[in-house]
């Protein structure tokens, strides 16, 4: 039985009260989940770290640690 399939189970087993608070904060938690996920994609879009990628050997970068500034500013290495 997967979750969800377990959990309606459960929540059809309930009273209406019970089942209201469960939505509730069904509701809660995804409102949090859709506010933690938009505050990631506003700091990622503001950060020019992420430009580096996750990971900037990969991509030809040897001295990303080192040399940071010159990358994400422009600045002289």
């Known amino acids: ?37 938009e505050t990631t994609a506003a700091a990622s879009d503001a950060d020019p770290i992420w430009g580096l990628g996750s990971e900037p050997i990969s991509l030809g970068i040897s001295d990303a640690a080192e040399n940071h500034d010159a990358y994400l500013y422009g600045t002289e290495q």
Request: charged content about 25%; overall charge negative; cysteine-free.
């Open 1 to 37: 039985m997967s979750v969800v399939q377990s959990v309606i189970e459960k929540l059809q087993a309930l009273p209406l009260e019970k089942q209201q608070e469960i939505l509730d904060f069904t509701e809660f938690l995804y409102q949090k989940f859709q506010k933690a996920d």
